[in-house]
């Protein structure tokens, strides 16, 4: 699978770099911003995106996930210490993963992206937090 990571924070976006090459996926990024992840998505999206909520420039993390979802129906996870706004971004993003977070549960994250994507329907991994009907 293709997964995207737009985050600022250089090393979350390598710690999610290494558990996306760890797990055999495609990495896409990572980006520190939302306008650098959209001018390089081009017409095939990612199936599974990382998306710091405060990432830097006029186009936002939620804004970014609202157009990934909307455009490529992929599985948005928004990634931030910012809880109030995730939680008022619910239908943007399929969950939320509050910072601080270990690799394990983006580890986690990641294999129920994959799994849901291929047609299970299962609970979300602790420690993140539905957003969307389809993740509750």
Excluded: C, W
Aim: glycine share 12%; aromatic share 6%; net charge negative.
């Amino acid at each position: 699978m293709k997964i995207l990571v737009a985050e600022d924070d250089a090393i979350l976006a390598y710690a999610l770099e290494l558990v996306v090459h760890e797990a055999g996926h495609e990495m896409v990024g990572p980006f520190p911003t939302a306008a650098a992840a959209l001018g390089a998505i081009g017409e095939i999206g990612p199936d599974v995106a990382f998306v710091d909520i405060g990432l830097d420039g006029l186009t936002n993390g939620v804004a970014l996930a609202q157009v990934l979802t909307a455009r490529f129906g992929t599985t948005v996870f928004l990634v931030s210490g910012d809880r109030r706004t995730a939680l008022g971004s619910r239908g943007a993003a399929y969950g939320f993963i509050e910072k601080p977070a270990t690799e394990t549960t983006f580890r986690a994250a990641l294999v129920h992206a994959t799994a849901v994507r291929g047609g299970a329907t299962e609970a979300l991994p602790a420690g993140i937090v539905p957003l969307a009907a389809a993740a509750a």
